[in-house]
């Protein structure tokens, strides 16, 4: 193999897999140690610069970091249940132990008090939209958001129930962005030619997936009065439209909209409440988390039933059928759901909620205003730039690509600033800076380092519950209480640091096996150089990882190579401790991602204007 | 060194020996050497060795004198016996143990100075006496505690950290061992512990004396150019004699090897060396000749590596000694103060 080229600002951001996981690149490994420290201002602020709502992630993100979490893989064959760190629910902490009034006069630091000229307007008041307006506000924009709703959020308001997202939170979190100067104002826009008129210099919008799927079956007239479609429901809850539900409920779905259906009929009158889904259990899309809060609290989930009719007597609802399906995989490992030949099951039920997916609509886009739309309705789009077909508007969030999260809407949402801000500075929109790397030795002394490198053997902690008898009974009543600080302390001592790297200098080495005999993982190895396929076979520990790179020095003296295994490896810098010549060092990686504003801007203009 | 106990953790593949341990469980405390010790390498391969034995670790008796060396047996097989000796005395308290418990394996670790120096009478006759024990001679040729002076082992005119030049000779301690007759003569290198390990092993089956001298540089102070006990020293003159392929039964043997070139060594338990022949006329079972080798390849500069010396047919103290076959730890007072008619008998046969 070829030296690893650790210049590549790509190489040791994806050996901080939970940073590399996120969407939008979240240094993780920083803010936890912050909490170590006790400075959770400060960690709020990283999280806030990084991913906006701290608070309302800390209890709704769907954590892609968290599979991704070295931890789970180290804690194989070791922890009756190899867990990743908690991750999110120490995203939490940071919201609630930070200092309020220190963090929201820094945060109202970054206001700027004096215009550019330059005006945007955000359709959708959605996670999306405020990353934009917090992105572009301070830097002089002037940003209106306009909303359907009165209040600002979308769905982070609306579809996500208050017993697991509580009103402050939000209002804190969306009131530090509007605080910037950004101008909320409700209004339900329905001509997208009308907008254009207003004289915007850019246009982002970031208006969802608000219709959800319909289930088109026999009986769905019929019993209409009491079939409703998820997320509206679960809207209508939010703004106290609908108070209560039959004592029977069936809730359709298998994805977490489905799961906050449930829990929420639960709480306003459900007494028998099932949620019946197509596929298996283990394939259902809502996250695992949320399938079990669900069980907790009494809901059964049943699978491999595909939804036949809807039974009503006299124009009421009374029940549905449904077919019993097994799952069959084709040579190509594809699934298939066919029937089991056994008779159909039936179940009674006062109320039915359906959650069987969402979809985009823009139904207030003019056909013909310059905006074109792909087979799937989706709006044409640059991946990288979110630049639609007319170059001054922008689409992000559930509104681009379809419905996915608050994470993803967040990562476009800075994407999108990115590029209206190099759109209004006449600048190329796909030149764009790659993130902006530092890596700092962290040696203090002969064995000591400014990151606390001892390794936790902690399990997972779980995160308390107020008592299921009071969350249930009261719809507003949050669920989790998150963890106390002592208790977040601890699960701060499980995260790895994989952020502190080892770095090898080959030159230095003097092949004396220290890091080899010492490294508790049996990640580093010296052997002949070869072929990715062959080395990986031949290293102390064999290296079938291969999501996870290897680590390959140049030739040393012995003409063999240093080939680390980045997989397992604890960062605990015991190979660094134990190696004489400092040939291994360990520096800490912080990849600052390209926001808007001077650091994403080439200033190729000024180049040309000087030449 | 460093301040920390190594993590507990491990990686997910580590495989377990038919006792059911891993590797990780045949370790000791976290070492206090030196950064770059070759001594912690040391550790290591016995770590190794022991693991992939199957041996129970409260069968293994460790015992040591003074030094850097001597230090090791807490780094490793931490729940074996111990015994941390006064300086240069651990063959005598290993011999008397020995005597006591002929059950437990016996290692013996030591350094250039503990045995080379304050030792070397008691280093002689342990091997005379053919006790049956792992002698690790974990040989640096440096005083490290006292910060660099040169040991007896050092070679005349290598170079000490500071520029003086040794003019005294030097101890070489595999030809004192075969001389003194152990039946197991190594030379190895803590940077190798490819050879090491399987030195290790057969040293440990080897039902006698068995000395491995493992040079092992002292990066603190004789890893220098000049030094002739370094990592780039070692690896530039190691002559290796032979690659030793160690096999606990003759049923596990399923290399195949090209015909040639291949000495096998059978051993009293049972258990096979292998000897992959490096040098042509390299023959480890002739000691006149290997003694002829060693001496001539020290003239060349080269120091001479693999297993030097081995004697099929050894024999221990005990069998010297014509002792009981049971441990006499293990025998009762009936056995052991057999009655005054006994002593009589004893006395009248003396007269």
């Given at each position: ?6 210049r ?17 690149h ?69 919201a ?14 970054g ?12 359709i ?15 830097l002089?924009?002037?940003v ?124 306003i ?40 009719s ?17 799952a069959?995989?084709?040579?190509k ?112 002394g002969?064995?000591?380092w ?38 977040a302390?601890k ?47 031949n ?7 291969l ?65 | ?50 693991w ?35 300086h ?10 020995n ?78 061992a ?127 590596t ?44 003396l007269?």
């Open positions: 193999m070829q030296p690893t080229d650790i590549n600002p790509d190489y040791f951001h994806k050996v901080v897999d939970c940073q590399w996981a996120c969407p939008a979240t240094p993780v490994p920083e803010y936890i140690r912050l909490i170590a420290a006790g400075r959770y201002s400060d960690a709020y602020l990283v999280n806030w610069k990084s991913n906006v709502f701290p608070g309302i992630l800390g209890r709704t993100c769907d954590r892609p970091c968290e599979p991704a979490c070295r931890r789970g893989r180290v804690e194989e064959a070791q922890q009756a249940k190899p867990e990743p760190v908690a991750i999110c629910r120490l995203k939490r902490v940071t609630d132990y930070k200092d309020d009034d220190d963090v929201k006069k820094r945060i109202a630091a206001k700027k008090t004096k215009s550019n000229g330059k005006k945007i307007v955000c959708g008041a959605g996670p999306a939209s405020l990353t934009v307006a917090r992105d572009l506000a301070p002089g924009y002037e209106t958001v306009f909303d359907q709703d009165p209040r600002a959020g979308g769905m982070i308001w609306s579809q996500i129930p208050r017993f697991r997202l509580p009103l402050e939170v939000i209002d804190e979190e969306v009131n530090y962005i509007l605080d910037l100067g950004v101008s909320f104002k409700q209004r339900k826009i329905t001509s997208m030619k009308e907008v254009m008129k207003e004289g915007y210099d850019a246009i982002f919008v970031g208006s969802g997936a608000p219709r959800g799927r319909d289930l088109d079956i026999p009986g769905r007239k019929e019993g209409a009065k009491n079939i409703h479609i998820g997320i509206d429901w679960l809207s209508s809850v939010s703004f106290g439209h609908t108070t209560k539900i039959g004592k029977r409920v069936i809730v359709l779905g298998g994805g977490n909209t489905a799961m906050d259906c449930c829990r929420t009929s639960k709480r009158g459900g007494e028998d409440v099932k949620v019946i889904v197509r596929s298996g259990f283990d394939e259902m899309k809502a996250s695992p988390w949320e399938k079990e809060d669900a069980q907790h609290e009494g809901i059964p989930i049943m699978n491999f039933l595909v939804p036949k809807f039974i009503t007597q006299g124009g009421k609802l009374t029940g549905m059928t449904f077919e019993k399906v097994k069959v995989y084709d040579d490992g594809k699934r298939s759901l066919v029937s089991t030949g056994e008779p159909d099951q039936a179940f009674e039920c006062d109320d039915v909620l359906v959650a069987v997916g969402q979809e985009n609509s823009f139904p207030w886009i003019e056909k013909d205003c310059g905006i074109e739309f792909d087979k799937w309705g989706l709006p044409v789009l640059d991946k990288a730039t979110f630049q639609a077909s007319v170059p001054n508007v922008f689409f992000g969030g559930d509104s681009a690509f379809g419905p996915k999260n608050i994470i993803w809407a967040v990562a476009h949402g800075h994407d999108a600033a990115v590029s209206i801000d190099k759109l209004l500075n006449s600048e190329d929109l796909k030149l764009r800076p790659a993130p902006g790397v530092t890596l700092v030795s962290q040696k203090m002969i064995h000591e400014s990151y606390d490198n001892e390794i936790a053997g902690d399990a997972r902690y779980k995160v308390p519950w107020a008592d299921i008898k009071a969350t249930l009974k009261n719809v507003k009543m949050e669920v989790e209480l998150g963890f106390d600080v002592a208790t302390w699960e701060a001592q499980r995260c790895l640091n994989c952020d502190v790297q080892t770095v090898f200098t080959d030159k230095l080495c003097i092949e004396c096996d220290a890091c080899v005999d010492i490294c508790p993982m049996d990640c580093i190895s010296f052997v002949p150089n070869a072929e990715e396929e062959v080395l990986r076979k290293l102390n520990a064999p290296a079938t990882n999501t996870q790179d290897l680590y390959v020095s140049g030739p040393l003296k012995t003409m063999r190579v240093m080939a680390k295994d980045e997989d397992v490896c604890l960062h605990c810098g015991l190979c660094a401790e134990r190696c004489p010549t400092g040939a291994w060092d360990m520096q800490k990686f912080l990849a600052e991602m390209t926001y808007a504003g001077d650091g994403c801007r080439n200033h190729q203009n000024q180049k040309k204007k000087a030449a | 060194m460093t301040f920390l106990a190594k993590p507990k953790l491990h990686h997910p593949t580590l495989p377990k020996n038919k006792l059911g341990f891993t590797r990780r469980d045949y370790e000791g405390k976290v070492s206090t050497l030196c950064a770059g010790c070759g001594h912690d390498s040391i550790s290591a391969a016995l770590i190794q060795a022991f992939e034995l199957d041996i129970q670790p409260h069968r293994v008796a460790k015992m040591s004198g003074i030094g850097c060396s001597s230090k090791t047996p807490d780094y490793f097989l931490g729940q074996s016996h111990g015994f941390n000796t006064v240069g005395r651990m063959p005598s308290v290993l011999t008397g143990a005597l006591a418990n002929r059950d437990l394996i016996y290692l013996g670790v030591s350094g250039d100075g503990d045995s080379a120096s304050i030792g070397l009478g008691q280093f002689a006759h342990v091997m005379r006496r053919g006790v049956n024990m792992t002698y690790i001679l974990e040989n640096n040729g440096v005083y490290g505690l006292t910060k660099g002076q040169f040991s007896a082992t050092a070679d005349k005119g290598s170079k000490a950290k500071k520029g003086s030049i040794n003019a005294d000779s030097a101890i070489d301690t595999v030809s004192l075969l001389l003194m007759g152990a039946t197991f003569v190594a030379r190895s290198f803590s940077g190798d512990k490819h050879q090491l390990v399987p030195l290790v092993k057969a040293a440990i089956a080897h039902q006698g004396a068995a000395f491995i001298d493992v040079i092992s540089p002292c990066v603190a102070f004789n890893n220098h150019a000049g030094s002739t006990k370094s990592y780039e020293y070692i690896r530039e003159h190691n002559e290796a004699v032979n690659r030793l392929d160690f096999w606990p039964t003759r049923e596990a043997i399923t290399v195949d090897y090209s015909a040639g070139g291949v000495i096998e060594v059978p051993t009293h338990d049972g258990s096979i060396l292998k000897l992959r022949k490096l040098h042509e006329d390299y023959d480890p079972s002739d000691k006149i000749n290997a003694s002829a080798m060693i001496a001539s390849a020290a003239v060349k500069g080269e120091v001479l693999g297993l030097l010396y081995v004697a099929p047919d050894a024999e221990d103290l005990h069998a010297h000694l014509n002792t009981y076959e049971t441990a006499f730890n293990t025998l009762g007072e009936k056995e052991l103060c057999p009655g005054s008619a006994m002593l009589e008998k004893i006395n009248a046969g007269r």
